[in-house]
């Protein structure tokens, strides 16, 4: 990506905000327009010449707009002056959800194919088209990137066509870096599935995140003896020689674990209060996950040899 002056003074802004703003939306509408102009969806939604039906000319706007419709419901497409050159500032008030504007953006990346001027068609003076589908979606990824980076959104078009979140530069890493080998594959396979889910750009689908890694936590309590309170007193005395810490130690499990059982994340009933806030699901997911790690760090020193 081309730097611009406060790249060069202040660094590259960080990736952390996870809601499209209106004017984010506002070039996303704008890159389609122009897309759709030079024939980028010719391939898919083909607009053929009169003389020469089997040649493609350009892209069907309508057969695109249909299929939007139909493939992202909940969706207002077109929005309101999308086929003029002058955005209306009502739609900074009609900003659909991030998670709508995603789903556009991987239907996008799916259709999108750099047109190839061919043969010119002299009495219509148009060209007849070939495509680049790879390409195409190469430049469409590297345009959409820039957008994110430039505007600190916390998203990737990965080269599979599908967005992924950019987690914290400082809390990530761990997460993404770890390898769980802790011998027992239900418990790897638990912190994997949650780690993957946590990843998501889908709000629903990290709240799924907490729910496996809690059940990884209670599985890990269970470790080091049957009796769980007992094992888990075994593993905390692990973790640390100090009293004031162990101690520390000890109430954090105490309370992670009270949150597990009074919130809408291993069970289902109905005084169970739901974590809705995507800060809140960031927040207890770094917790417990920092916690999981300290333990499987010693794990050495407790587990039940099999």
Wanted: proline share 5%.
């Amino acid at each position: 990506m081309d730097e611009y002056f406060s790249d060069r003074e202040n660094g590259p802004r960080a990736q952390t905000e996870q809601t499209i703003t209106p004017s984010t939306w506002k070039w996303i509408i704008d890159y389609t327009n122009r897309l759709m102009k030079n024939g980028a969806f010719g391939m898919e939604f083909p607009d053929y010449c009169e003389e020469f039906p089997q040649q493609i000319i350009g892209s069907n706007d309508n057969s695109f707009n249909i299929a939007v419709k139909a493939e992202i419901p909940g969706l207002t497409w077109p929005p309101k002056d999308i086929e003029t050159n002058t955005l209306s500032s009502d739609i900074e008030h009609e900003i659909p959800n991030t998670t709508l504007i995603l789903d556009l953006i991987e239907f996008i990346h799916k259709k999108v194919a750099k047109p190839i001027p061919n043969s010119y068609h002299e009495f219509y003076r148009h060209h007849h088209l070939a495509f680049d589908k790879k390409e195409g979606q190469a430049d469409f990824r590297k345009q959409i990137n820039e957008i994110f980076q430039r505007n600190g959104l916390a998203y990737s078009l990965e080269n599979t066509g599908k967005i992924t979140r950019i987690l914290d530069p400082i809390l990530g890493p761990p997460v993404t870096n770890t390898s769980f080998n802790s011998g027992d594959k239900y418990l790897d396979n638990l912190l994997e599935t949650s780690r993957t889910k946590f990843s998501s750009r889908d709000l629903s689908v990290r709240r799924e995140a907490l729910e496996s890694l809690w059940d990884a936590w209670e599985r890990i309590k269970s470790m080091a003896g049957h009796d769980k309170k007992k094992s888990t007193e075994i593993i905390i005395k692990t973790l640390a020689k100090e009293p004031e810490f162990h101690e520390r130690l000890n109430k954090e499990a105490k309370e992670l674990t009270e949150i597990g059982n009074k919130h809408f994340i291993r069970h289902t009933e109905v005084n169970q209060k739901p974590i809705i806030d995507k800060d809140q699901i960031d927040y207890l997911f770094y917790r417990m996950f920092a916690m999981i790690l300290l333990m499987l760090s010693k794990i050495d020193k407790w587990k039940i040899k099999q």
